[in-house]
C-alpha cells in the first residue's frame, strides 16, 4: 500500500464524514475545526487595523515633504485638511463597496467586479512588483530609522545598521502574521493605543505654547510668492500617503463580524480620529518650529521632542518606531488576503489560497512577498520610493471608486445597504486622475516608470492566464513544485 508522508492530507471521505456530524462549540483561538479564515475581526479590531494602518511614519516623515513641494506653512494646512477631505470621500465610497461586495482583496475585488479580470490582473501585476513592495519597504525603513534613533543621538545613524534593523522587522512581522491571526490583531490593537500616545505627546505640548501666545510662525502663513503650483500633486502625494490606509479593512471583508454594519462605522471613527489628529499635530509642529527648521530636519518628530521636553524626547523614537511597526503588521496582514483571494480567482499560484492546517493562516500569501521587500530596501531613496509608490496607487483607487459608480448603471439591482450620494465617488476619482495627470508634468521619469510597469501586466495576462496550454513534462513540474511548497509550509485548500 502506498504510505502519503504529506502531514497535511486529510481524505476526503474524512473531511465529508465530518461535515455530516455535528460539531460543538469551539474556542476561535483553537488550531482545531474547520480550515479556513475565521471571522475574528470585531469593530474594535477594525478601528485597530484602520487606524494603525494610516498613522504609521507618514505623520512624522511627510510634513517635510509637504512644506517643501507646497510652499508656505499655510497652504500646507490646507493640503492636510484637503486630503484629510478627500481620504474620507474615498474611505465612504470604499463603505459602500465593501457592504455591496462581501469579498476580501480591497481594489483588486472591486476591479475585477466591475471592468472583469484582464484590468484586475494588471492591478494585481503592478501590486507584485512594485506597490506592495515599494510601500512595505518605505514604512519599515522608517522603522529601522526611528529605532536605533535613541541608541546613536546624537549622531547619525548608519545606513547598513538602517537596513539591518529594517530587515529584522519586516522578518518579525512576517512570523508574527504567519504564526496567528489572533495574535496579529490583539497586537495590532496595543500598536494603536501606542501610536495614539505618540501623537498626544506632540499634539499636548505643541497646543499648550499655542495658547500660551506663540503664533509667530502662523505670521504672512499664506505668502502668495511661496506657493509653487507645479509642487503641489507631489504635495497631495506626500499627504494622500500620510492618510493611506483607509482602504484597508475592504482587504479582510470575508474576517469581519458583521461587515454591513462594522465596516461603515470602523471607518467613519477611524477617519474622524485620524483627521483631527494629523490637523491638530501639523499645528503643533508650526507652533514650535518654523518653516526652515522643519525643513532641515531629519526626523521632524524628534526635532520637535528636543525643543519641547528635553530629555523625554529619547522616547519619542521609540513611539514613532512602534507606530511605524503596527502599520507594517496592519498592512501585511490586509494584503496578504488581497493575493489570498486572486489565488482564488486563478491568477496567482493555487498554493496561495491554502490555508495553514494548525494556524489557520494564509502562510503562503504572507510570505510570497518578503524577497521583493528585503529587495527594495536597496533601491531608491524614501522620497522617490513614495512619489513612485503613490502615482501607480491611486491610479488604480480612482480606477476602483470609478468602478462603484459604473455598476450603479451595469448593476442596479446589486443590494447595497450603505449607499453614499454619487457625487462623492465621483470627485474622489476625478481628483486622482487628475493628481495622476500633473504627476506627468510634475514628475515625469517616476510617473514613466510606473506606467511602464502597470502596462507590463498586459503581455504577463496573456503569458500566465489566457495562454494557459503548457508542455506536459512543464504543467507536470509546475504541479510538482505546487505540491512540494504544499508539504512544506503545511497547507490545504480553504473549506468552504
Known amino acids: 500500500s502506498e504510505i502519503r508522508v504529506c502531514c497535511v492530507c486529510v481524505s476526503k471521505r474524512e473531511r465529508e464524514k465530518g461535515r455530516d456530524t ?45 512644506l517643501k513641494n507646497s510652499g508656505s506653512v499655510g497652504m500646507s494646512l490646507v493640503v492636510w485638511i484637503a486630503c484629510g477631505v478627500l481620504s474620507l ?3 465612504l465610497s470604499y463603505a459602500e463597496l465593501g457592504t455591496s ?14 471592468f472583469g479580470p484582464q484590468m484586475a490582473f494588471i492591478r494585481l501585476w503592478a501590486d507584485i512588483i512594485a506597490i506592495r513592495p515599494a510601500g512595505l519597504a518605505v514604512i519599515s525603513l522608517a522603522f529601522g530609522q526611528y529605532i536605533l534613533e535613541p541608541i546613536f543621538m546624537p549622531c547619525g545613524v548608519p545606513e547598513i545598521a538602517i537596513k539591518l534593523a529594517t530587515s529584522i522587522g519586516i522578518t518579525s512581522v512576517m512570523y508574527l502574521n504567519s504564526m496567528s491571526t489572533s495574535w496579529t490583531n490583539r497586537i495590532q490593537i496595543f500598536l494603536t493605543f501606542c501610536k495614539l500616545l505618540a501623537v498626544a505627546t506632540i499634539i499636548v505640548p505643541g497646543l499648550y505654547m499655542l495658547f500660551k501666545g506663540e ?36 482587504f479582510v471583508t470575508e474576517e469581519v463580524e458583521n461587515p ?51 530629555n523625554f524626547s529619547v522616547a519619542v523614537p521609540v513611539f514613532v518606531a512602534l507606530s511605524c511597526f503596527g502599520t507594517m503588521n496592519g498592512c501585511l496582514f490586509a494584503f496578504s488576503r488581497m493575493f489570498y483571494v ?12 491554502m490555508i495553514h492546517v494548525r494556524r489557520h493562516t494564509p502562510l503562503a500569501a504572507v510570505i510570497i512577498l518578503y524577497p521583493m521587500t528585503v529587495f527594495q530596501l536597496f533601491v531608491g531613496d524614501i522620497y522617490s520610493l513614495l512619489n513612485f509608490m503613490s502615482f501607480l496607487r491611486w491610479l488604480f483607487i480612482g480606477v ?10 451595469t448593476r442596479p439591482d446589486m443590494p447595497r445597504p450603505f449607499k453614499v ?76
Open 89 to 91: 470621500f474615498g474611505a
Open 101 to 114: 461586495i462581501k469579498k476580501s482583496g480591497g481594489h483588486y475585488t472591486y476591479i475585477l467586479e466591475a
Open 342 to 353: 486572486a489565488s482564488r480567482e486563478g491568477h496567482l499560484p493555487e498554493v496561495l489560497s
Open 215 to 250: 503664533t509667530r510662525n502662523f505670521e504672512n502663513a499664506f505668502e502668495v510668492s511661496n506657493i509653487k503650483l507645479t509642487g503641489l500633486p507631489l504635495a497631495f502625494y506626500s499627504g494622500m500617503y500620510a492618510y493611506s490606509g483607509w482602504f484597508y479593512l475592504n
Open 421 to 496: 450620494p454619487l457625487f462623492i465617488p465621483a470627485i474622489f476619482s476625478l481628483t486622482c486622475f487628475f493628481m495622476v495627470f500633473l504627476s506627468l508634468y510634475s514628475d515625469p521619469v517616476n510617473t514613466g516608470i510606473g506606467f511602464a510597469i502597470s502596462l507590463t501586466g498586459i503581455p504577463a495576462y496573456y503569458i500566465f492566464i489566457v495562454f494557459d496550454r503548457r508542455p506536459k513534462w512543464l504543467q507536470k513540474s509546475l504541479d510538482s513544485i505546487n505540491r512540494s511548497v504544499q508539504i512544506i509550509l503545511e497547507v490545504i485548500p480553504a473549506e468552504h
Open 22 to 66: 455535528p460539531v460543538p462549540k469551539e474556542d476561535p483561538d483553537s488550531p482545531h475545526g474547520k480550515v479556513e479564515l475565521k471571522k475574528k475581526v470585531t469593530l474594535l479590531r477594525g478601528i485597530s487595523i484602520i487606524i494603525g494602518t494610516i498613522i504609521g511614519a507618514g505623520i512624522f516623515i511627510s510634513p517635510k515633504g509637504i
Open 400 to 409: 476602483a471608486v470609478l468602478g462603484l459608480i459604473y455598476m450603479r448603471y
Open 260 to 310: 454591513e454594519k462594522t465596516v461603515p462605522l470602523a471607518i467613519c471613527i477611524s477617519m474622524a480620529i485620524v483627521t483631527s489628529c494629523y490637523v491638530l499635530t501639523n499645528v503643533a509642529y508650526y507652533t514650535v518650529m518654523s518653516a526652515e527648521e522643519l525643513l532641515a530636519s531629519q526626523s521632524v518628530a524628534v526635532t520637535f521632542a528636543e525643543k519641547t521636553m528635553g
